[in-house]
């Protein structure tokens, strides 16, 4: 007889389970158990344990309203529709809904909703609240105080944030929260012992995975936001760090006390401004030591919620690194802009972990002074970065992380073996030059290596060889500039313990890809963006890749592809093409490939998508094959924007931004926020279009899914955001006062959300920008099917006007101000002044009504005009009603005054950067008319053509 036992118990160990288990009978009767327990190793099982989801917002708030009413439900309109929002901030975790339904059954008058509604989370774990016991109790649980260290540092990152797990990893080294000798004295590798504890927290359920590797090893995590608020208090009780808002600074921690409230020696900022370290730059003009800051071991600094990039002086910077001569740590996540890091950061001998972001080139001789370093994280605009001969001198350096082309120097011939350079295990990513025999030599222990720029050299003999000294590299990455077919390496042959292997843009020929098959090691090969060219790839029998799981082809020119045996990739778990519109059809030897798990087809013709649902029917024995095929792409490859979902959702979001500027436009600082929101993600899109109808540019599918999320995410704030404006266009505020804050509130919360991720795409695009630096955009297919041409001569003549009526305001009324302000309006004046110049000139062009993205530049630039004008004849207004501004410094305690002054200084900077960022494209677009134009006849005269 068959039965089911339901039980439930807290299981903590799989000991528990193993002792519980010896009672049930083995008679293959078929009874069933099911085991529940937060704790993901707890049973021994052939099958996969069901991992619960989130709840949808609908499923959320029908769980909140039980726990929180019971029978019968919330009739009061007011309550359900904070509740909703409550609900919808609970993220969908059931625990979480559960325990704010509990607070709020307790509590049934709007104040306390209101209040809740604010942040649920901070709310449940306060001191009393069932849920903090529970967590605290989880918490309380972990064997040792290095893992309860580990788990409590997520609190050090701002809520939501997604850590890439070797960022993860080695700041936990950097922190000593990992153990490097075990309990017998022997010595422990940091990394592995590192991922043991992170797996040991994602299985207590304590830290949600995000991505995984092919290999099933964790790419990127992050805190559940249920446990980001007891992180934060829990590591601030036990002085393990302190998170600083926005609005506090340093002195306001500063009490009578010897600093009681500094005495962690860690300090975070999640939203870093200007005012966090006033009270530093006192003490450094006086030539003292802040009292606290010799306490200061790790220094991580977030961007504030109302600027992405921000604006660092090389002297503000130089301040901090004054402060905290004792830092171990130093993790910058915004950009500073100055070529020259400040000599002081050459002075922090103790750090071990340093992440910057700026637009510096060189990395000088002093370098070497920060003998402890162990990581190094850059991220800069620069297309080479050069380091001094110093490094080799730096004996604990091991991760060496770079967005650019590093230039390394030869390493001195008088060097040991006990110099530096022996323990560096990642070099992502270096120049070709600097791939030569010296240096490979001088670094044996290389387990990543990414090389980019000009490969022609380095991928020839003797060079390719240098590949034997690397005995343990088991990852490489090389990425072309799509130029000129390159050679194929053969030296990588002598790299037998290469696992994983990445080519982009190398224009390298199929015939080629049998080499690989020799790698008896490989599991990952990504050929992405012309990394292979030809129209036809036959794969002979006696070519096996053994061990290969994943395999991703993106964007080549394959039409015919032939696996002449059924056993050609036994491993195979994963097969990706992306952009393989040529391809004919998908070999059918992968019906038989019974590994095979996912398939997944973007941009691909309608014959290699029959081709894969005739492989998948074939996949019969194999109930774990999955084939990915967007919607989209049953009806044949993608090829224009304009008949897309995200193209309609663009042209949805712009709607009701310019709708809700129809209506009043709302709180006005929200407002432009918005705006520029819709202006970069107009931008995007026409960058993605002029992506797709380019032959050699490489297009990321993740990133097209990614951007389409985001799209709607901001269709949807934009309807919100309007319906709130003409909802309370004709209320009278005084009534509707607090509603209405709350509203403002959450919006501006959910626009800076979405500006956030607009300004990732943007940086990843200039990524991948850099990643093919020499394409030729005189080769870039511009027709895009614009629906309606724009009268340029009409529309530059309307910004021509704008700016010239500006320069006259300008003219007539900058005497009365203050010098302060007369060069920062003179400034802005002519820098928009210069900007038309280009503009002008750009769309003259005949292309100009084929390039989307200059009309989203003009349509960008002309709305900056406006608000420039609208400032400065505030501005001009405001003086004259305070009196003659030679007296500004009086005056500017005057808010309205001030926040008009503020206002210009933003615009300038918005000029500056829309100068900056698209001085490319306008000098493109000309370059390409004048090509064209040299090719055309020269126009008649008299009859004639000359």
Known sequence: MKSTLLYWMMYKKKEDWDSFKVAFPANLKGSRVLVTSPYGNVVDSNWKSHNLGKLSNEEGWSLLEDSAFGTPKCN??????????????????????????????????????????????????????????????????????????????????????????????????????????????????????????????????????????INGQIKTCCLPDTLHEFCKSEG??????????????????????????????????????NNNFDVLKSYNQKGSLCPFGKHIRSLLLFPSQNSETFYFTKEELATILNTFPLLRVLNIEFFIKFKLLPNELYNLHLLRYLAIKSNFDSLPKLFKNLRALETLVIETTSWTLQIDEGIWSMKKLKHVHTNTSLQLPVPPKRSTTNSGGNDIRTLSTISPTSCIKEIFQKTPNLKKLGVRGDLSGFLKEPSCSSFGSLESLENLKLYGQYDKVLTFPSGILDARRLKKLSFFGTLFEWKDMEVLGSLEKLEVLKLDDYAFKGENWELSNHVVFKHLQYLRIGKTNLRIWKLATKNSFPALRSLILRNCSSLQKIPEAFAYVHTLEVMELFHMSESAVQSAKEVKEKQLNNCGFQLLIPPKMEKGPLTAYTDTLIEQAVNSMVRYVEWA?????????????????????????????????????????????????????????????????????????????????????????????????VTMMICQQHEIDRHSPTINRNNVLLTLQIERPIDFDKVIKKVEHAVNKLEDMVGDNVHLVSDIMKSEIEEMTSQIKTFTGSLLVACKSPLANEHRVLRVIVKKFETHVQEARDAVRNYFAQEKKHGLAKSFDKIRVCGKLNNVASEIQSINNEVKTLSEDHKEDLRHLQEDYNKRSSDLPLPKKDGVTH
């Open 76 to 213: 009061e309109k007011s309550l359900k529709n904070l509740g909703k929002e409550i609900a919808n901030k609970c993220n969908g975790l059931p625990l979480a809904l559960v325990a704010v339904g509990g607070l709020l059954r307790q509590h049934r008058n709007i104040a306390d909703w209101q209040r809740v509604a604010e942040n649920p989370f901070l709310e449940i774990n306060r001191e009393g609240q069932i849920y903090r016991y529970r967590v605290k109790k989880t918490y309380n649980d972990l064997p040792d105080e290095k893992l309860k260290n580990c788990f409590l540092y997520f609190g050090c990152f701002p809520m939501g944030h997604e850590i890439a797990v070797c960022k993860l990893i080695h700041l936990w080294i950097a922190e000593e929260f990992i153990p490097k000798i075990d309990e017998q004295g022997y010595a422990l590798d940091a990394e592995v012992e590192a991922q043991k504890y992170l797996n040991d927290l994602v299985d207590r359920n304590l830290v949600m995975v995000v991505e995984r590797r």
């Open 236 to 273: 601030a009780r036990i002085n393990l760090f302190h998170v600083m808002d926005e609005t506090q600074r340093l002195d306001e921690n500063i009490s009578s006390t010897p600093h009681e409230n500094i005495s962690s020696r860690r300090l975070c900022f999640h939203s870093y401004t």
């Open 661 to 757: 500027s129809l209506w009043g436009g709302g709180p006005p600082s929200l407002y432009l926020k918005l705006k520029d929101v819709s202006f970069n993600i107009q931008m995007i899109n026409a960058r993605l279009q002029e992506t797709y109808t380019n032959p050699i540019a490489s297009v990321d599918v993740w990133m097209v899914k990614t951007f389409q999320t985001i799209v709607n995410e901001a269709k949807g704030v934009a309807h919100k955001y309007w319906h709130m404006v003409v909802y309370y266009e004709d209320k009278t505020l005084t009534k509707f006062l607090e509603p209405y804050r709350r509203k403002v509130k959450s919006f501006a919360s959910k626009i800076h959300s979405v500006r956030s991720k």
